[in-house]
């Protein structure tokens, strides 16, 4: 199934580090069954560097199941003083 994956913040730069092309948008295929921690191994990206995952204009968890065509939005964690 393909999912479309909208990187926000740093994280665009963390993903092109990791090997991936920098740019905010990406298009996978993922698996029947996949989640969004599957997800963020295919990217290259730690749970501990996302703040929030957004599908659907709700947050989801690592334990949510993707299902065709979702976009998902990854943002990183905020920080503030």
């Known amino acids: 199934?393909?999912?479309t994956v909208y990187l926000h913040d740093i994280l665009k730069e963390k993903v092109a580090v990791?090997?991936?092309?920098?740019?905010?948008r990406l298009e996978l295929v993922m698996p029947a069954g996949a989640t969004t921690a599957d997800l963020l191994d295919q990217v290259g990206l730690q749970p501990s560097r996302v703040g929030m995952i957004?599908?659907?204009g709700r947050r989801v968890g690592l334990d949510y199941r993707l299902?065709?065509?979702d976009i998902i939005q990854?943002?990183?964690?905020?920080?503030?003083?």
């Open 67 to 69: 299902q065709a065509g």
């Open 74 to 81: 990854l943002f990183a964690p905020l920080a503030g003083g």
């Open 18 to 24: 990791a090997g991936k092309r920098k740019n905010s």
């Open 54 to 56: 957004v599908t659907g």
């Open 1 to 3: 199934m393909t999912i």
